[in-house]
């Protein structure tokens, strides 16, 4: 009866906020991997995508927030095509940043990137890369 209840307090608080704005199912994963086997970006993550996975079922809030994983998740889908269970797991990264950031958590300052490189980017992907890293 105990377990029932932390995991309901557990769901109710961060595990629901990921699941309400990503509209994913987070227990329907059960840990195959098969979205970490095909990630083309996991030699760059700190924790792998199934791991993220593991950690919001857990309730691990911090861990999962202030991982690197959600902001080099690419959002290519390859993790969508392979998942048995139907999971977009791309959905819930972008959630996990939303969260983020409407904590009012930059992962990228624009005041940061260097004059150089500023001139070098286009315009349209330095927008759409700090509307993603950016709050």
Known sequence: MRTEISIKNTKSKFLGKVEELSGESIYACYQCGKCSAGCPSISEMDISPSEIIRLVQLGEEKEVLNSKTIWICASCFTCVTRCP????????????????LRKNVDYVSPL?????IL?????????????????
Not at 112 to 116: F, G, L, N, Q, V
Request: aromatic share 2%; no cysteine.
């Open 85 to 100: 269970k139907g999971v977009d797991l791309a959905k819930i990264m972008e959630s996990l940043r939303q969260i983020n």
């Open 119 to 135: 001139s070098q980017v286009p315009q349209i992907a330095l927008v759409s890369s700090l509307r993603k890293f950016s709050a």
């Open 112 to 116: 940061s990137i260097p004059k150089e």
